[in-house]
């Protein structure tokens, strides 16, 4: 096997990849790669209707693929450096997390709904807000909006991002995780407290 070939599998095998293409991305996504020739690491060039002013050289990520014996030494022992502090887990956990951003979403919603304080107001006299009952779904509700919002707004700004920006974002991927499991167990609390109340307006109705 050739010297360049050995590091590149060497290479695929530390990041994890199945394939040399799957590597290169990957090498593109952390910036591990060498730097582009093309457009000197800022990921834009000349700019075209299509793709505005991404450069093709490197897909936008700045960074390349190794195409000599020197840059696949040198990108090796970044890639050691990377893995052994952890890097390159974090970076899988936040890749996960960006690919699940939609369900997440989806399933927070569902548990917000499944309170019945979002569509309760109107249930069982509760919409009167004179009725203390009503009042404590309104602000049941309130806990599970602030939560939701949370995790909303951080899941916006995250959202569509891919490759380094995802490794630059790790810790705020780490917090939309916080923010998720927090909004979600809010949302159980407040299930449960609604139907406490459910019964207690059943109890004073007999």
Known sequence: MKRKDKLLEDLRLLMRNSTLPNLYARLKATRLGPVCSRCGGSGSFSYNRQDGTMCYGC???????PKTIAQAEETLKRARIFVEAGKLDEYGRCLYMAKRLEGRHNRLFKAWHDTDTVVGYSK????NFDNPLGQRRMK??????TAVDAFSK?????QGKMGHEIVDAAEQYQ?????????????ADVKEEAMQDSLILAANAT
């Open 59 to 65: 897909g936008g990520s700045g960074h390349m693929a």
């Open 124 to 127: 069982n006299g509760l919409g």
């Open 140 to 145: 049941l509700n309130g806990r599970c909006n």
């Open 154 to 158: 951080l899941r916006w700004k995250l």
């Open 175 to 187: 917090e939309l995780d916080r923010l998720y499991r927090e909004a979600l167990q809010i949302c």
